[in-house]
């Protein structure tokens, strides 16, 4: 474990209390929880290897570190961000996202899984279980940012009534996929 990886011996007070705050979302298979530090060696290969294709990678393991400090950090700056999906033996798959990332014109619905979690339907029942907090936070204006070529996750959002509407502003090879809650698929 790298340095920057390992939880402060002090401090564990002010995680407790920050961990309380954030919800826990149960679904039939998931537990959607706030991340923890020592997730992140499961999780760094989503964003270091060619995994990491369709969001900008492979990226360097800085870059990674803090695209994944970015994403934690949305609940203290937002009061939304990243959850770890879990199975319920709290095995790491990925992670959901309600984010509002730089030069993205709306927050965005987003998953993250690991190559041994894909094709299972974790991600589109973990955004389902993600959907009426995005709600509550901001109506129908939130969307999901698909690259093109990613028909895994097309699927996810068009499973969650979601529409492609046009292209990300940032990059014409990014796809805008809509939510409305007259759209959503049970």
Same mark, same amino acid.
């Given at each position: ?49 060619? =995994? ?7 990226? +360097? ?5 803090? #695209?994944?400090?970015?994403? $934690? @950090? ?19 798959l990925g992670l959901v ?37 995005? =709600? ?7 969307? +999901? ?5 990613? #028909?895994?996750?097309?699927? $996810? @959002? ?8 046009g292209t990300h502003p ?17």
């Amino acid at each position: 474990m790298r340095p920057w990886e390992k939880a402060p011996s002090g401090g564990a007070s002010q995680v407790t209390a920050l961990t309380a705050t954030v919800p826990v979302i149960e679904t039939a298979r998931l537990v959607l929880r706030l991340p923890r530090i020592t997730d992140w060696a499961v999780l760094e290969p989503i964003f270091t290897t060619e =995994r990491a294709v369709h969001i900008g990678g492979p990226m +360097s393991a800085e870059d990674a570190w803090l #695209d994944f400090n970015q994403l $934690v @950090a949305g609940w203290v700056l937002r009061g939304h961000g990243a959850f770890t999906i879990c199975d319920k033996q709290d095995k790491v798959l990925g992670l959901v996202l309600l984010g509002h990332e730089f030069g993205d014109p709306d927050p965005e619905l987003g998953w993250l899984l690991t190559e041994e979690a894909e094709g299972q339907g974790y991600a589109t029942e973990a955004a389902r279980a993600l959907l009426p907090l995005c =709600r509550e936070i901001y109506g129908d204006q939130f969307v +999901s940012y698909i690259a093109d070529g990613n #028909d895994a996750s097309v699927r $996810v @959002a068009q499973k969650l009534g979601a529409t492609e509407t046009g292209t990300h502003p940032m990059g014409t090879h990014v796809a805008v996929y809509c939510y409305s809650q007259e759209g959503d698929a049970g």
